[in-house]
């Protein structure tokens, strides 16, 4: 009885020293995220060249049309020169409403409505100015949404 038990732990030694060698001899670490990390390395610098490539040459967008690209640099010395040229103007100009040749403050009838005057039309006399500061302005958006965080 007492040889049965030095056998099964010598066989559990052997076994646990099979293990240790197997486990010893396996390279350590993990290449995984190495190998990952070459990858993202590697389509960035292609990122980056495509990019480079772009913003620096001379290629066809559209041939058919006749539009090309041209490099950044080019592009803004072309720009820079062309608004030189222009006198400055005021950003974002307030459009008035004009008068109507009638003398009326009401905007003529589009064509096929009826030419009699609307019964609910305000006389010129009672039309009130619009302030500058009440008039939207034609490049903001008709509703704005709030954004979090922000009060006004």
Known sequence: MFSTWIGVV???AFFGLLALVVIGASPRGNTYEEKRAKARVEKL???????TKALTTYAWVN????VVRIPINDA???????LAQKPPAPANPIATPEANPSGQGIAPAPPGASSAPAA?????????????S???SPSAPA??????GKTP
């Open 120 to 132: 609910s039309a305000p006389p010129a006399a009672a039309k009130v100015p619009v302030s500058p």
């Open 76 to 82: 803004m010395k072309l720009t820079v020169a062309e």
């Open 10 to 12: 010598l066989l559990f």
């Open 134 to 136: 009440a008039s939207p």
């Open 63 to 66: 041939k058919s049309k006749g």
């Open 143 to 148: 509703d704005l949404l709030p954004v979090r």
């Open 45 to 51: 610098q292609v990122a980056r060249e495509e990019t």
